[in-house]
């Protein structure tokens, strides 16, 4: 029998599970989401209260907003997080205090912006970056060349950067780390073809630009130890381009994520804009967090339009689910195929902070559906 979790609560999803070193109370995450609230880079008090709003609401793990790892050119944002200097820390080290004490585990999103110069986000307006930005090749799109390729010591500063920001996160008593490996940003310019025409040992077929972020990976582990959770975020997609591929193909896709396994990468976090959506044109209806999970033996976790009361590009909810909450079904129908791990909410999270207790309580009619003004405040 097809069960309905928007009126009648399934356990999957509100059962504990053991992902390697992770111990969660449940499956639910809460994704990444530039919120933009920390001048100087510093998240204060108000940060702090809104993490663990989401930890009291019932997530098993929380992934903060991106943070800039320890390099002059990873932000394109003065009130976005860093993940370096003492003051940042140790704010970051209140928020993820208070996040364990309300039940939850929590990662730090590490993030490089590389050639996205310019930002638009909920309080501020547009955001040029004060330094000179990198990126593989100088190309931001199909044809817009704004910079110049990066030197290989360019390269291994970076590289560097995130392997600094990872031991952070180990001793101020993260429960592992994220690499943003998608949307476009430093590391997934390097393996994108449009943005990434370098003819050395980072540049040319997918497998040579996949070795940026190999490298990335490699750097992380060798500095945090084979025990500390390693998760890596990707896409398809780009915001230079939303119709961008990486892979064509689950073999291309497998030429992808093998060496990041290899690497030291143990969870994946499969970006899609609507998760139900089929990611390869073949027989199969499976994910993209489906496919990852079938190629490389690793838990995956299924992102895109979760628990959304609205497409917010009117391109249409899941096929035969109710808009809002009942979209939530295929989701269960996946789960049960054994398409992923654990799921990811975004947007569905930023006006209801304790969604995930709300959905296993059966008080559906208390979810605020999403509106853009909810952006405005940090709450």
Same mark, same amino acid.
């Given at each position: 029998?097809?069960?309905?979790?928007?009126?009648?609560?399934?356990?999957?999803?509100?059962?504990?599970?053991?992902?390697?070193?992770?111990?969660?109370?449940?499956?639910?995450?809460?994704?990444?989401?530039?919120?933009?609230?920390?001048?100087?880079?510093?998240?204060?008090?108000?940060?702090?209260?809104?993490?663990?709003?989401?930890?009291?609401?019932?997530?098993?793990?929380?992934?903060?907003?991106?943070?800039?790892?320890?390099?002059?050119?990873?932000?394109?944002?003065?009130?976005?997080?860093?993940?370096?200097?003492?003051?940042?820390?140790?704010?970051?080290?209140?928020?993820?205090?208070?996040?364990?004490?309300?039940?939850?585990?929590?990662?730090?999103?590490?993030?490089?912006?590389?050639?996205?110069?310019?930002?638009?986000?909920?309080?501020?307006?547009?955001?040029?970056? @004060?330094? #000179?930005?990198? !990126?593989?090749?100088?190309?931001? *799109?199909?044809?817009? +060349?704004?910079?110049?390729?990066? /030197? =290989?010591?360019?390269?291994?500063?970076?590289?560097?950067?995130?392997?600094?920001?990872?031991?952070?996160?180990?001793?101020?008593?993260?429960?592992?780390?994220?690499?943003?490996?998608?949307?476009?940003?430093?590391?997934?310019?390097?393996?994108?073809?449009?943005?990434?025409?370098?003819?050395?040992?980072?540049?040319?077929?997918?497998?040579?630009?996949?070795?940026?972020?190999?490298?990335?990976?490699?750097?992380?582990?060798?500095?945090?130890?084979?025990?500390?959770?390693?998760?890596?975020?990707?896409?398809?997609?780009?915001?230079?381009?939303?119709?961008?591929?990486?892979?064509?193909?689950?073999?291309?896709?497998?030429?992808?994520?093998?060496?990041?396994?290899?690497?030291?990468?143990?969870?994946?976090?499969?970006?899609?804009?609507?998760?139900?959506?089929? @990611?390869? #044109?073949?027989? !199969?209806?499976?994910?993209?967090? *489906?496919?990852?999970? +079938?190629?490389?033996?690793?838990? /995956? =976790?299924?992102?895109?339009?979760?628990?959304?009361?609205?497409?917010?590009?009117?391109?249409?909810?899941?096929?035969?689910?109710?808009?809002?909450?009942?979209?939530?079904?295929?989701?269960?129908?996946?789960?049960?195929?054994?398409?992923?791990?654990?799921?990811?909410?975004?947007?569905?999270?930023?006006?209801?902070?304790?969604?995930?207790?709300?959905?296993?309580?059966?008080?559906?009619?208390?979810?605020?559906?999403?509106?853009?003004?909810?952006?405005?405040?940090?709450?």
């Amino acid at each position: 029998m097809q069960v309905d979790i928007a009126t009648e609560p399934t356990d999957d999803f509100f059962e504990p599970v053991t992902l390697g070193a992770l111990e969660l109370r449940n499956r639910w995450v809460m994704a990444p989401m530039t919120r933009a609230f920390s001048p100087n880079g510093v998240p204060g008090m108000n940060v702090r209260r809104y993490y663990e709003r989401r930890a009291r609401g019932g997530v098993g793990l929380i992934i903060t907003e991106g943070t800039f790892v320890p390099h002059a050119a990873a932000s394109n944002n003065g009130n976005v997080p860093n993940f370096h200097g003492a003051e940042a820390l140790a704010g970051w080290k209140a928020v993820v205090d208070a996040v364990h004490a309300a039940g939850s585990l929590m990662v730090p999103q590490l993030w490089h912006v590389g050639l996205i110069q310019k930002r638009i986000v909920s309080n501020i307006s547009l955001v040029v970056a @004060e330094h #000179p930005q990198v !990126s593989p090749s100088g190309y931001l *799109g199909a044809s817009e +060349r704004v910079g110049e390729a990066m /030197s =290989i010591p360019d390269i291994e500063a970076v590289i560097l950067a995130f392997g600094e920001a990872a031991t952070s996160a180990r001793e101020l008593g993260f429960d592992g780390i994220e690499i943003h490996g998608a949307h476009g940003y430093l590391i997934d310019q390097f393996f994108w073809a449009t943005t990434n025409r370098r003819s050395d040992a980072f540049g040319g077929d997918l497998a040579t630009r996949s070795r940026f972020a190999t490298e990335v990976v490699r750097e992380c582990r060798r500095r945090v130890g084979p025990e500390f959770p390693i998760i890596f975020r990707f896409s398809q997609w780009k915001q230079q381009d939303y119709t961008a591929r990486l892979a064509n193909s689950p073999q291309e896709l497998e030429t992808v994520l093998a060496p990041l396994v290899k690497a030291g990468v143990d969870i994946f976090h499969c970006s899609q804009r609507r998760y139900w959506h089929p @990611e390869f #044109p073949d027989d !199969s209806s499976m994910s993209l967090a *489906g496919w990852t999970r +079938r190629i490389t033996g690793k838990p /995956s =976790i299924i992102v895109g339009s979760v628990g959304l009361d609205k497409d917010l590009s009117a391109a249409g909810f899941a096929p035969g689910a109710k808009a809002g909450w009942a979209s939530l079904v295929p989701l269960q129908q996946m789960f049960q195929r054994g398409e992923f791990d654990l799921v990811a909410l975004g947007r569905a999270l930023i006006g209801n902070p304790e969604w995930c207790e709300l959905i296993r309580s059966g008080q559906i009619h208390r979810i605020r559906g999403y509106s853009q003004d909810f952006l405005g405040e940090l709450d």
